[in-house]
């Protein structure tokens, strides 16, 4: 089984509806993060939380929203879904614990925004 | 701030070539540095990993040296497969910041 899951893995929503996307982690790390995937445009950074009552902005978080249900679970809304929010959205998690810190990410959630 | 910057792609190859992809960075301090993988249609999977200057990462092949004097942790394999297509991203993670920061990654294709 993934340690990292994420639904819907692929979402199509019309302009103003508000969607929430989910992740689930298995691995027992504290820290989480959402990302999204343009092409050419690597992943940025949207939010992320290092517990579940730390949670903080990205380099772009205006139109998203997140919640930190416990530990294993990180869900990131966009309130008003706009054209331009489709991208591919990926959760990851990882572990303080360590020097690399590295990072493990889910499959991915393709959101479309018509 | 931090920054990668590694070629763009896309890089086609035949099946047994030797491959390289470039990836420089700008960081403070002593950053750690990760080669991530794309498979199509999947989430982004670590493949070596570097943690202090003349560092050599490898998994599955690939290779890559942490390069401080020249900035530097590019990303090689001296026989590519078909299976190797992918999207290869270069990251890194600045000294006590949690935060990963991604080039815009390089697609792979290799042919048979």
């Known amino acids: 089984d993934a340690d990292v899951t994420q639904t819907p893995r692929n979402r199509i929503t019309k302009t103003g509806k508000r969607i929430m996307l989910e992740c689930s982690q298995t691995k027992g790390h504290d820290r989480m993060y959402w990302y999204r995937q343009d092409p050419g445009l690597g992943l940025r950074l949207i939010y992320y939380?290092?517990?579940?009552?730390?949670?903080n902005k990205g380099e772009i978080s205006d139109g998203y929203s997140v919640s930190r249900q416990a530990q294993a679970k990180f869900s990131l809304s966009l309130e008003s879904a706009i054209p331009n929010q489709t991208a591919l959205y990926f959760c990851?998690?990882?572990?303080?614990?360590?020097?690399?810190?590295?990072?493990?990410f889910g499959p991915g959630t393709r959101l479309t925004v018509t | 701030g931090n920054s990668v910057t590694q070629m763009e792609g896309p890089v086609t190859l035949s099946e047994e070539a030797f491959l390289t992809i470039n990836c420089t960075y700008t960081?403070?301090?002593?950053?750690?540095l990760f080669w991530y993988v794309q498979y199509p249609g999947e989430g982004l999977q670590l493949l070596l990993k570097?943690?202090?200057?003349?560092d050599k990462g490898s998994n599955k092949g690939f290779e890559a040296t942490y390069r401080k004097e020249t900035t530097s942790f590019h990303l090689e394999k001296g026989s590519v497969q078909v299976s190797d297509s992918a999207v290869y991203f270069c990251?890194?993670?600045?000294?006590?910041?949690?935060?990963?920061?991604f080039g815009k990654g390089t697609l792979l294709t290799v042919n048979p």
């Open positions: 990251a890194l993670r600045g000294g006590s910041n949690y935060k990963l920061t």
């Open positions: 990851a998690t990882s572990d303080h614990r360590g020097h690399a810190y590295e990072q493990y």
């Open positions: 570097a943690t202090k200057a003349d």
């Open positions: 960081a403070t301090g002593y950053p750690s």
């Open positions: 939380s290092f517990d579940v009552k730390d949670i």
